[in-house]
C-alpha cells in the first residue's frame, strides 16, 4: 500500500478522490521541511525522512501559493504564512494590485528506497517528483469548500473553494501532479 504522508486532510482528500481508497492510505507524520526557495528539494527531503520512518513506500505533497506581483510570495511559505497572516489577509494585501495573477505550484515526491527512473537530486535515497502547476487569480474569498488559500485563488471563473474535490482535481495543481503519478506509478 502506498502512504500518503501528510497532516493535511484536505490533501487526503483530494489525494483519494483521485487515486482511490484502495490505492493508497494515510500516515499522519509531521515530518520536518527544510527551508528552500523552490518546492522541490522540500518536498524530496520529506519523503525521504517520512520513508525512513514509514518502511513502505510513500508520497509527499508540498504545495503553495505563488503570487506574480510579489515574486511568487508566499511560494515555499505558504503554511507559514496561512497559520500566520491568514488567507483572508494574504486577500487584502492582493486587493490593491492591479496584476493579481498567480499560481497554485504542487510537488508529489516518491520514495520506496529502490531506484527511480529519474532521480531529483543526489540525496542518500532515490527520490521522483512530479510536479503540477495552475495558473489563477487572487480574488476576494467565495466558497465553502476545499482548504486553505482555496476560497482566494479563482480559476475559469470559480475559485477552487466553489468546486468539490473530483472537480477540483480536473484543473488543479494537486490534480495535474497526482495525473503525472499515477501514470508513472502504474508502470512501477
Ligand atoms: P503537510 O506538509 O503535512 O502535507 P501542510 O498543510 O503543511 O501539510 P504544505 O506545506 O504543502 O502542507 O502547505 C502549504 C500551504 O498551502 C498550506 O497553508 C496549505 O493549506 C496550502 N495549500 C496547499 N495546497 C493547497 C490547495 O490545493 N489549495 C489551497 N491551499 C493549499
Request: glycine share 10%; charged share 25%.
Amino acid at each position: 500500500m502506498l502512504q500518503y504522508v501528510t497532516t493535511n486532510p484536505g490533501k487526503l482528500r483530494e489525494a483519494k478522490s483521485y487515486l482511490g481508497d484502495e490505492t493508497i492510505d494515510t500516515y499522519d507524520y509531521d515530518y520536518p521541511e527544510i527551508q528552500a526557495p523552490t518546492l522541490e528539494p522540500i518536498a524530496a527531503a520529506g519523503a525521504r525522512d517520512a520513508y525512513r520512518e514509514v518502511g513502505e513506500p510513500v508520497v509527499v505533497d508540498d504545495a503553495g501559493l505563488f503570487i506574480d506581483a510579489f515574486d511568487g510570495f508566499p511560494g515555499p511559505y505558504s503554511s507559514f504564512v496561512e497559520t500566520t497572516m491568514g488567507v483572508d489577509r494574504v486577500w487584502e494585501l492582493a486587493e490593491p494590485l492591479s496584476d493579481r495573477s498567480a499560481a497554485f505550484r504542487c510537488v508529489l515526491a516518491y520514495c520506496d528506497g529502490e531506484a527511480v527512473d529519474d532521480p531529483v537530486d543526489d540525496g542518500d535515497l532515490p527520490v521522483q517528483c512530479f510536479t503540477g502547476v495552475v495558473d489563477g487569480e487572487i480574488v476576494a474569498p467565495r466558497g465553502d469548500g476545499g482548504f486553505g488559500y482555496d476560497p482566494i485563488f479563482e480559476h475559469d471563473g470559480a475559485t477552487f473553494a466553489e468546486r468539490t474535490a473530483a472537480e477540483k482535481n480536473e484543473l488543479s495543481h494537486r490534480g495535474r501532479a497526482l495525473a503525472a503519478f499515477a501514470e508513472w506509478y502504474q508502470q512501477r
